[in-house]
């Protein structure tokens, strides 16, 4: 359960699905609460027959839930490719980036803006799931970019000093950055 929205899971049975609907129904009356079908959704296992997928459907009236629905931002379920799935969490810093009149920053701006906002958008995927390695290095390749040359687009262009370096506390000479590799094992440390 989170806020409003609840996942009920149950065996795909006509018998159990309608013991759900009825307890759903019961609460309705209760609390004067209404379920929203439009924005109810149903998945099933692999295993599910078709006849026993159509059954239930109708019995709820919900639609199939598809791989483009998000809760709370975060996909539902996965492809094979966990960076495909993970890639819209890299696409949102880079469309942040593009959006800034990054030329007219100094590097204290793009500083202050990398620390503050770039982190935080990636802050609640990074602490619900592992993401893979590749998105992490390429989330950590746009920052890198945009904090050296005001630009994410850029190919090549001239560091004078280690990123590693940077990232280094404060306190050690660096600047702070966070790796986003470190940063999403720190968050996810939290639910082990």
């Known amino acids: 359960m989170y806020a409003d929205d609840t ?8 018998l159990e699905v309608f013991k759900v609907k009825e307890c759903l129904d019961l609460y309705c009356s209760w609390s004067g609460q209404q379920l929203n079908s439009n924005k109810s959704a149903l998945v099933f296992t ?5 006849d026993a997928r159509t059954e239930i459907t109708n019995l709820l009236g919900f639609r199939l839930l598809s791989r483009d629905d998000k809760f709370l931002g975060c996909p539902l379920l996965f492809s094979k490719s966990k960076s495909r799935d993970f890639n819209y969490v890299l696409e949102n810093i880079k469309a942040r980036l593009s959006g800034w009149r990054s030329r007219l920053l100094s590097q204290a701006g793009r500083t202050t803006l990398i620390k503050s906002v770039i982190s935080s958008i990636p802050v609640y995927t990074m602490s619900t799931f592992l993401l893979p390695k590749s998105i992490c290095e390429a989330m950590d390749s746009v920052v890198r970019k945009f ?5 994410s687009d850029k190919t090549h262009f001239l560091t004078r000093t280690n990123w590693d370096s940077l990232c280094n506390p404060r306190s050690y000479g660096g600047l702070g950055f966070k790796k986003f590799r470190t940063f999403n094992f720190a968050l996810v440390s939290k639910l082990g």
């Open 7 to 14: 996942f009920l899971l149950c065996k795909a049975e006509s």
């Open 46 to 50: 692999n295993s599910t027959k078709e």
């Open 147 to 151: 904090w050296w040359v005001g630009s």
